[in-house]
């Protein structure tokens, strides 16, 4: 099946810094990524969709100069944190759906600390 | 109101139990439907689509009635291994690529 890679699974990093998080479609090319977040005991919340060779489209509420989204090729998304807070932490998931399949498959999750 | 409610759960059965999960979406554009499963600070994993005929795999049953915007998960002769949280979960969009999860429901199989 599809395999999405998703680097780095687990991240601590400073108040003020900014954090990479890539996100690798590994034996498809993904036209379109889905970048969310999960906070404890929540639900997975949709953050943005990312498009390759094209701006990314956020959702309502989600800052888009917080969270750049470049998705340069077919096979590659990055969601960078920048400037980040503690408030930030939190579980954040990539998704990429293979063309004419019906599920989504998921990225194994990068959980990022801010301190 | 959320996009998609779920039983809050948790769930605490014995093994052999049949557990059913239950699940309503708001939005009625959203045209497909599917459950993950997911375990403690894992990624979520595609459990089985959901379709309005009812679907069948194995142990688990998945039903969608669009009418009330409802859908079901059936689990027979439960395991040990289905301890997990399982999501319910809905798309559209023009890719569908817009999915909407519902918060979880916990489930516990004890032997």
């Known amino acids: 099946g599809a395999v999405v890679s998703q680097h780095p699974s687990r991240v601590i990093c400073k108040s003020g810094t900014s954090v990479k998080i890539e996100c690798r479609s590994l034996d498809f090319q993904a036209t379109t990524m889905f970048w969310y977040r999960q906070f404890p005991k929540q639900s997975l919340m949709l953050m943005a969709t990312s498009n390759e060779g094209s701006k990314a489209t956020y959702e309502q509420g989600v800052e888009k100069d917080k969270f750049l989204i470049n998705h340069a090729s077919l096979t590659l998304s990055t969601l960078t944190v920048t400037s980040a807070h503690p408030e930030d932490s939190s579980f954040y998931i990539c998704?990429?759906?293979?063309?004419?399949?019906?599920?989504?498959?998921f990225g194994s999750g990068t959980r990022l600390t801010v301190v | 109101r959320k996009e998609v409610e779920q039983d809050p759960g948790p769930f605490n059965v014995p093994e052999g139990a049949t557990v059913a999960f239950n699940c309503t979406y708001s939005?009625?554009?959203?045209?497909?439907f599917f459950w993950y499963r997911q375990d403690c600070r894992k990624e979520p994993k595609l459990l089985m689509s959901v379709y309005s005929s009812g679907n069948e795999d194995g142990r688990f049953t998945a039903q969608l009635n669009r009418a009330s915007q409802y859908i079901s998960l059936l689990i027979r002769d439960s395991k040990l291994s289905d301890s997990a949280t399982y999501l319910c979960?809905?798309?559209?969009?023009?890719?569908?690529?817009?999915?909407?999860f519902g918060r979880g429901t916990q489930l516990t199989v004890w032997p």
């Open positions: 979960v809905a798309a559209r969009g023009s890719t569908l690529g817009r999915l909407y």
């Open positions: 998704s990429a759906r293979e063309p004419g399949l019906g599920g989504y498959t």
């Open positions: 939005n009625s554009a959203s045209q497909s």
